[in-house]
């Protein structure tokens, strides 16, 4: 999943150097997730999860939200019948932690971050990249971390985090992304 995708990452350059956005306005806070949504389907496609973590070459990767949908819809009409290393792309929604089943990308929004540690305690170690907003999302344990910078949005990488997880991280996108100090 990690070669071939030159035009992917120059599409996630691209939006990381002229994606201004502002969180006032409604408007900027929905484009906003729309931005968050096209980034999540494209850091999919620089991972490679651990062997095990497909039960056959037909499974699809799932990409959950934990809590209230920020994207309102977006996160769905992003990856609708896209296809990562040919299998399907699925979107979930969990309400709560308790609810979260298997997946392989799950996003935390600000309103649930208190949720992530019981949601990684039922997924169990290995094999999920975790995906937050707020300050401390990666140092409870969180992989990738938007934030916002001179208007626009970035992400960093707390690679710790993502070898406990047990998933390989393109170094494309690694050099895209602030690095977890």
């Known amino acids: 999943m990690v070669d071939g995708r030159r035009g992917t ?24 997730y729309q931005l ?13 999860w651990p062997a095990g ?15 209230t949908d920020p994207f309102d819809g977006e996160l769905d009409r992003v990856v609708a019948g896209k296809t990562i290393g040919g299998r399907r792309v699925v979107v979930k929604h969990f309400p709560r932690a308790a609810e979260v089943q298997q997946c392989q990308l799950l996003f935390v929004g600000s309103a649930s971050d208190e949720q992530l540690p019981p949601a990684l305690q039922k997924l169990g170690p290995a094999g999920v990249l975790t995906v937050g907003e707020t300050d401390r ?3 409870s344990g969180g992989i990738i971390r938007f934030y916002q910078e001179d208007n626009r949005v970035r992400f960093e990488i707390n690679q710790e985090a993502a070898a406990r997880a047990r998933l390989r991280i393109s ?3 690694l050099r895209l992304a602030k690095p977890h100090t």
């Open 171 to 173: 170094a494309k996108l």
């Open 36 to 48: 968050k949504a096209a980034f999540i389907h494209h850091f999919a496609q620089f991972i490679e």
């Open 53 to 67: 973590t497909f039960s056959d070459e037909k499974t699809p990767i799932i990409l959950a939200t934990l809590g």
């Open 137 to 139: 999302f990666v140092d």
């Open 9 to 32: 990452l120059l599409a996630l350059s691209l939006w990381l150097v002229v994606a201004p956005c502002a969180t006032p306005a409604r408007a900027d806070a929905t484009r906003e």
